[in-house]
């Protein structure tokens, strides 16, 4: 798990996750809550009456969002796309998918899906708004803002600035007509900048018409969102250039491997320095029984190098992420992303170290091509 997120357990087997810049969104949310909204609506209540208002709303709302994120997940993982996980995080949500969706139709309805969910939502909060009174701090006051905050998610989400919901149904419409996966995510980026650069804008005639919170919060979107397109371009672009090629063709067959027994001073003299290499494969009765790397090194006292071997410090075989010599690249890239690792070694059915492959090894085959226009 990434160090700047905080898991909150799984629903329907999916895990539910908090970045902590969302703690910055929920404190401005239930701070406006407590401090505006419900004093300017119902007046003459308790502080902290307003403030526990406050922590309820805010929470509900956010429990929307997840809503929201679950919808697009249910439907990927109905159309055969698997959902890592959902990040609360200071903009909202996102559900982390493994791959991109197999058709336009597909993509069309796990776009939708979120926005839908959000407008039902809006909806339900709505109808209890009517039905409530407007008596003291009642669920009227509470209601009418879920209702109306549901509504505006929806609202934003279906703007078709790619990676939003609306920039996504965008994309599906554009892969429909041409057929290409990539020329599609490349018109959508573009209306996705255009739509970002009119944020940035937007924000800065607020500035310099007075409204400098405002403003700054509507330029930090664009530049959000400015910054997600981009990104999801060039991902759909590596994963189209990986497309079709296997773990075989990239990973290294040189790399110097060592014995369980060598202690880390000799490792260090002999091997580390010598070979310029940051990870070595631990090897013994031709068999991968772990991986050692310069961080594991680091982390023991120089003084202590002498007495340690490489097996008390080494990443195991059990805790060790291999990879298959027919194994995607473009899902060994993505696996890279995900979890954060620099190299996995290539094996066979029988633990047999084949290779290497290292992230700069991708890179430079992504570079190669780059280069070829292949």
């Known amino acids: 798990m990434p160090r700047n997120t905080l898991s909150l357990g799984r629903i329907f087997g999916i895990e539910i996750k908090l970045d902590y ?21 119902q007046p003459g209540l308790p502080v902290g009456t307003y403030w526990v208002s406050g922590v309820v709303t805010a929470l509900l709302f956010f429990a929307s969002v997840v809503a929201h994120e679950l919808a697009h997940s249910f439907v990927s993982q109905a159309h055969g796309v698997p959902v890592r996980d959902i990040t609360l995080f200071i903009f909202g949500g996102v559900a982390q998918i493994s791959e991109e969706p197999k058709s336009a139709r597909n993509e069309f309805l796990m776009a939708l899906a979120g926005p839908v969910t959000s407008l039902v939502i809006a909806g339900l909060f709505g109808l209890l708004w009517l039905v409530s009174t ?7 006051a509470l209601t009418g ?5 549901n509504l505006a998610l929806a609202l934003f989400n279906l703007i078709p600035g790619f990676p939003l919901d609306g920039g996504r149904v965008f994309r599906a419409i554009v892969w429909a007509i041409t057929g290409n996966l990539r020329m599609a995510t490349q018109i959508a980026t573009r209306l ?7 944020f940035i804008f937007w924000g800065i005639w607020q500035i310099f018409s007075g409204d400098w919170a405002g403003g700054l919060w509507i330029a930090f979107i664009g530049w959000f969102l400015l910054n997600a397109a981009t990104a999801s371009y060039r ?30 001073d000799v490792l260090v003299d ?15 009765d031709d068999q991968l029984y772990g991986l050692v790397t310069l961080h594991l090194i680091k982390e023991i006292p120089r003084e202590r190098w002498r007495s340690t071997r490489v097996e008390e410090v080494m990443i195991p075989m059990g805790k060790l992420k291999t990879i298959r010599p027919d194994d995607d690249l ?9 979890e954060d690792i ?24 992504l570079r190669a091509r780059a280069e070829l226009g292949i």
């Open 330 to 338: 473009a899902g060994v890239f993505e696996r890279m992303t995900t």
């Open 342 to 365: 620099n190299q996995y070694p290539v094996v066979d059915a029988n633990r047999r170290l084949l290779g290497m492959v290292a992230r700069d090894n991708l890179l430079a085959f």
């Open 235 to 264: 991902q759909v672009a590596i994963q189209e250039m990986l497309a079709g090629h296997v773990a075989r063709e990239v990973m290294m067959t040189d790399c110097p491997h060592v014995p369980r027994d060598l202690t880390l």
């Open 134 to 140: 407007p008596a003291g701090l009642s669920i009227h």
């Open 192 to 198: 996705g900048q255009i739509v970002a650069y009119g």
């Open 145 to 149: 803002w879920l209702a109306w905050i």
């Open 270 to 284: 002999q091997v580390v320095l010598p070979s310029g290499r940051r990870c070595f494969p631990v090897i013994g």
């Open 21 to 41: 810049s969302w703690f910055i969104v929920f404190a401005l949310v239930v701070w406006s809550l407590a401090g505006y909204y419900f004093p300017q609506i």
